[in-house]
């Protein structure tokens, strides 16, 4: 055996893998990093795999991902505030980062040993002729182990569904009314179409006049259609929609399904408005321009404009 091949046995036969759901596909919180930022996470998920969970500190992490050590301190605090990582107690320093519910979603079960046992004992105990009859106590008992779990996850599908509709509405009162609003809507008509209406329908831009939440969907308002003559894609597209005084810009997460969105894209920069957002968050954060200030839509007119040039 060569070194090349001996090298490779051994490397492959330390590597370790990880789950990653597919959920993060249609999270706001993933799908509102930038493309570093993201491709840095799916790194530091690697770090965690190799290190039982925790990253390391600063500099191991910087070597892992080939950039300086203030680089990599101010991409852990853009991923704490996303709330992708937490940070714990413990560590060198009296404390360690380490990914958001890693010991929930990352079970010590997951290895290839354990599962060819499991496999291979329910190989053993699988008859051809399955028996004639079951008692109550077994039917019992695999009703409660099969089913239990489909109802967590309807519910959990559910609350993230609502969740995706409350970050896109303009008005944010009543959310529990607006829970129980949801609830009923998503028995007619699917979640997704539901949000998807948010980004065509055309709100007023005195928060006064838009409807609340609950309001909206008890009245099943995402079937309204657009005023004869007007495209359903301008709201979000060209038109430039001044947020109200109330609507301050969000320090953290999405913007897509909001007025600054529309505003972002009326500039006709090219760049998604997620993209632009994280950036002016930091730009102001840099500056201490407060995300309340009176001043807050000229700063990012101004910034918007200025990425053009990027």
């Known amino acids: 055996m060569d070194d090349h091949a001996y090298l490779f046995k051994r490397i492959k036969a330390v590597s370790k893998w990880f789950r990653l759901y597919n959920e993060v596909l249609n999270d706001p919180k993933v799908q509102a990093l930038d493309a570093e930022t993201f491709r840095h996470w799916i790194n530091l998920l690697c770090i965690a795999s190799m290190k039982d969970g925790v990253l390391p500190d600063v500099a191991d992490i ?40 890693w010991d929930k979603r990352q079970y010590k079960s997951d290895t290839s040993t354990e599962r060819v046992k499991r496999f291979r004992k329910r190989s053993e105990t699988v008859t051809v002729t399955p028996p004639d009859t079951d008692t109550d106590t077994d ?22 569904d609502f969740d995706k509709f409350w970050l896109g509405y303009p008005r944010k009162v009543g959310k529990g009314a607006a829970e129980k609003a949801w609830v ?49 894609a301008a709201p979000t597209q060209n038109a430039m929609v001044i947020p109200t005084p109330e609507a301050n810009f969000p320090p953290d997460g ?8 529309s505003r972002i894209r009326a500039h006709n920069t090219g760049h ?18 407060a995300f309340n ?6 700063a990012l007119d101004g910034f918007t404009r200025a990425q053009k040039r990027v």
């Open 272 to 289: 998604d408005p997620d993209w632009i957002a994280n950036r002016f968050r930091d730009f102001c954060r840099s500056k201490n321009i």
């Open 139 to 160: 039917t019992e008992q695999n009703k409660k182990y099969i089913h239990q779990p489909k109802q967590v996850r309807s519910k959990d599908s559910k609350s993230k």
């Open 184 to 232: 009923k809507a998503v028995q007619s008509t699917e979640a997704s179409v539901i949000i998807a209406s948010l980004g065509s329908h055309k709100f007023s831009e005195d928060i006064n006049y838009i409807p609340h939440p609950a309001t909206w969907l008890n009245q099943r308002r995402w079937e309204d259609v657009p005023t004869v003559g007007s495209s359903p």
């Open 254 to 261: 999405s913007v897509e399904y909001t007025p600054w969105a």
């Open 62 to 101: 910087a070597f892992h991902l080939r950039i300086e050590k203030n680089a990599v301190v101010t991409l852990l605090e853009r991923l704490l505030n996303a709330t992708l990582i937490d940070k714990l107690n413990g560590g060198t320093n009296g404390y360690h980062y380490a990914p958001h519910n």
């Open 293 to 298: 200030s009176p001043h807050i839509i000229k």
